[in-house]
C-alpha cells in the first residue's frame, strides 16, 4: 500500500496517458483518474470506453501507490451522454442481443474494485453515462449536472444495471419513478434523493473539489478503508446476521494491526497519524 509520502504528494501534476481514443488514465500521487476522451460526442459511450475503462480500472487497481479511483469526463458539455447512437449494428436478433451484451458487461468491472471508486459529474450524465455513475461508490456532481435514464422512450430499459442499482442507491419508489418516465434530475434533485451525495460549489471547481475530497479518503488508514467498503457492500447482497459476521471479522482483522496502534498513539500525541497499510 501507498506510504504516507503518496498521500501527500497526491496534488502532484501528471499527464494522462491515453489507453485508447476515449480513455485515458492519469496518476497524481495516490489518486487515480480514469478519463473519458470523447469531447465532441458528450463521452458517448461506445466499444473504445467498453474495453478502455475496464483496463484503466483494472491498471490502477493493481498499482499500490493508488488508493482512490475517480472517473470524469472530458470537455465542456457533460460526464457522459449514454450510448453513441452513431455506433451503427445491423439487425439482430433477442438472442443475439443478449450474447453480444452479456459478453460486454463492462460496468459490472466496478463491482470488483476493491478500491473506493468516486465518479466525478459534470453536465450531461444520461443513460449508459448514469448507470456509469450508480456503479461507483460515490458520486460527487456540478451545480449543472442533469441526470436521466430515458431510454422507455427509445422503446428500450436501461442494460448496463440502471434498473438494478438505482432501488439500491435512492430506494424503490424513487427509482420507478424516474425509470417509468426518464424524467431529467438537477444536481439538487439528485442530492435530495441520495443519487449524489456531494455538490461542488461551482462547475469550474469540480476537479478542485473532487481531489481534495478523495484526498481525505486516502489519507485514512488504507487497509480499514478497503474493509469497510467491503463490508457496506456487502450489505446490498446479504442477509443482516451474515453481514454482521463479516463486520466482526474485519473488525478483528484490523484491531492488531500497525495502522490501529498508529491511530491509538498519534491521538494521544496529538499528531496526524503517519499510515502505511500495515
Known sequence: MASDLAVKNAG?????????????????????????????????????????????????????????????????????AGADIKEQRGPETSIEVRRRMQGA???????DAEKPTIAAIHGYCMGGGMELALACDIRFATPDAVFSLPETALGLIPGGGGTQRLPRVVGPGRAMDLLLTGDRLSADEAKAI???????????KLVE?????????????????????????????????????????????LK???????????????????????
Not at 44 to 67: F, K, S
Not at 105 to 111: K, N, Q
Not at 194 to 204: F, I, K, N, Q
Not at 225 to 246: E, I, N, S, Y
Open 105 to 111: 458487461r463492462w460496468v459490472e468491472a466496478f463491482d
Open 256 to 278: 492488531p494491526s500497525d495502522d490501529a496502534r498508529e491511530a491509538a498513539t498519534a491521538f494521544r500525541e496529538k499528531r496526524e497519524p503517519r499510515f502505511t497499510g500495515r
Open 12 to 80: 502532484a501534476a501528471s499527464m494522462a496517458v491515453p489507453l485508447n481514443d476515449a480513455v485515458a488514465v492519469e496518476r497524481q500521487g495516490c489518486i487515480g483518474w480514469i478519463v473519458l476522451t470523447r469531447p465532441a460526442q458528450i463521452n458517448a459511450i461506445n466499444d473504445d470506453i467498453r474495453t478502455g475503462v475496464p483496463q484503466a480500472l483494472q491498471d490502477l487497481e493493481a498499482d499500490p501507490a493508488i488508493r482512490v479511483i475517480v472517473i470524469r469526463g472530458d470537455g465542456p458539455r457533460g460526464f457522459c
Open 209 to 253: 473539489e473532487v481531489r481534495a475530497f478523495a484526498m481525505r479518503i486516502a489519507s485514512r488508514a488504507p487497509a480499514a478503508t478497503l474493509c469497510v467498503k467491503r463490508a457496506a457492500r456487502a450489505a446490498l447482497d446479504v442477509d443482516l446476521k451474515k453481514g454482521l459476521d463479516l463486520e466482526l471479522d474485519l473488525f478483528a482483522l
Open 194 to 204: 441520495g443519487l449524489v451525495t456531494r455538490v461542488a460549489s461551482a462547475p469550474d
